[in-house]
């Protein structure tokens, strides 16, 4: 593996884009560095996490005392020292002190892009850390921020509190209004009582975000509130940890509370609101982490092809080899720039007194849950296909293609699944006819780029959706619901395509090689031409 930030030029360029100049050469030196501890020490600590040094459950002490403890191996620490200390959480909230000034979620992002090469698994723990420190600086009271805060945000300047977010409980899961685990009202402190069942990062976390019902709230999801619960000596026991088919790194445990110490945060009945925004943070996280997979797998393909020979040749010399390797490259460069280009919405309406619209807000939402379907299902594709241009040793454990694969298949699953995702589009379509404002957005797009053979099939495709969704409309709701990820799918589409064509025209640097992805893309997407485009703009694509 090479280093993950100089050997990827579209991560560059996005970054070149859109950061200021003295952010984006501090960004690029320090991804630099980051890209080669990604590719050599964390990649060498990933390996050994996942086969030899699994997170274990020390249930007991010697005198049979239940401690609950969650053992790492001292690669797993190191790896934790070095990512957080990188900002990859703190300088979205706190000054980067080289540049005076705050850092933001797109370099945050990019430096979880770069680490998900090499350990998914770890990214898991770092998302929820984001996610708890987006709660605690937005919605927790001074008292709170001034005690915890600072160690959530831990550059190396203080004692680091690694984050997490309970919320599935067993008889509910994605149900989560059948949450039952209830908080008791104590003299300026709640009590914590119950059983979170699949919880993330437990026995690492320094503090964990909990939804709980109040005692006497109401049922369903109105009734749940969020609450601080730090975890260290505060009565919580781990029943057990998952045995888990992949991201072995982060311990996920049967979490039970015996009347732990917990803090409000925000207002009572707000609970799963933040909670939802924290959703949507680790969703976008979840896309992230599938398209650093995406760019590993396809590396780890690419290099094998040019190094393998078969019958006297080189494998990259073979057409349809050739065909497989520049169509992922085509798909995972659009769908990291889709990613980025939703990343930038993002910050601006995830950040305190946002001046972002409610359409924006909205528009948000909808591409988080359309790119994170999509971003998940093609990252197990792509491990598909490095391991089938490996032949049998893509199946063999010395090589790192059966752990991608092992480690892929869970965000299709992480932070909701595509039917779930489905029904958040059907939500949003209902509620803020999110369907007419994306359409609207993205026949904005192409108005400002060129009528060609490149955006006619995107027009074609937007008036198909347009006449799906007018025909599905008729159905009854029973029906509707079989819909709602074909019609995600469509969108994501539409969405990748329009990114890919305005990639061309956002900046005259490499256009050539830009308007053959976007060629490709659309055949790709839409079949538009029979040509043999992946062989005719190999060179171009792949080796350029």
Known sequence: MNNAYTSDKKIQDILHQNLPADFYKYADQQLTKFGNRVATDIDERA?????????????????????????????????VKETYETGIVGYVHKEIPELGHQGNYLYSFAQGYLLSQAEPGFYCPVTLTMATAYLTDHYADEKLKEEFLPHVLATGDTELYEGATFLTERQGGSDVGANEVEAIEEDGYYTIHGEKYFASN?????????????????????????????????????????DKLGVRAV????????????????????????????????????????????????TEAKDYAFDREAFGKKLASYPMVQETLAQLAVKQEVELSATFAVIKLFDKVMQKNSTATAE????????????????A??????????????????????????????????????????????????????????????????????????????TTPI???????????????????????????????????I??????????????????????????????????????????????????
């Open 47 to 79: 390996a050994h996490t996942d086969r030899e040094g699994q997170p274990r459950l020390i249930k007991y002490d010697k005198m049979g005392n239940d401690i609950s403890h969650v053992w790492v191996n001292e690669g797993y620490k190191q790896t």
């Open 202 to 242: 437990a026995g690492m976390c320094g503090v964990a975000m909990v939804l709980a019902r109040i005692k006497g709230a109401e049922s369903g999801t109105k009734g749940l509130s969020l609450f601080l619960v730090p975890w260290k000596d505060n009565n919580i026991t781990i029943r057990r940890l998952k």
């Open 251 to 298: 311990p996920s445990a049967e979490v039970e509370f015996h009347g732990a110490k917990g803090y409000l945060v925000g207002d009572a009945d707000q609970g799963f609101k933040y909670m939802m925004e924290a959703l949507n943070l680790s969703r976008v996280c979840n896309a992230v982490a599938s398209v650093g997979i995406m760019r590993r797998a396809y």
């Open 360 to 375: 924006e807000q909205a528009l948000l939402r909808l591409y988080i849950a359309i790119l994170k379907k999509e971003t």
């Open 377 to 454: 299902e093609q990252s197990i594709h792509f491990c598909h296909e490095a391991i089938e241009m490996h032949g049998g040793n893509g199946y063999i454990e010395d090589f790192v293609t059966p752990r991608l694969l092992r480690d892929a298949q869970v965000l299709t699953v992480w932070e909701g699944t595509a039917n779930i995702l489905g029904l958040e589009v059907l939500r949003l379509m209902k509620k803020f006819k999110i369907h007419h404002i994306f359409i609207r957005e993205m026949k904005a797009y192409l108005q400002d780029l060129p009528n060609d053979e490149l």
């Open 459 to 493: 027009y074609d495709a937007i008036s198909e959706l347009e006449i799906f969704i007018k025909k599905i409309q008729y159905y009854d709701e029973n029906q509707q619901l079989m819909y709602p990820k074909k019609i995600a799918k469509k969108m994501s589409d």
């Open 495 to 544: 969405f990748e395509s329009v990114i890919a064509v305005k990639d061309i025209y956002e900046t005259n640097k490499g256009q050539p090689r830009r308007k053959a992805i976007a060629k490709l893309f659309l055949q790709m997407t839409y079949k538009t031409t029979e040509e043999p485009l992946p062989v005719e703009f190999f060179d171009l694509i792949v080796t350029e």
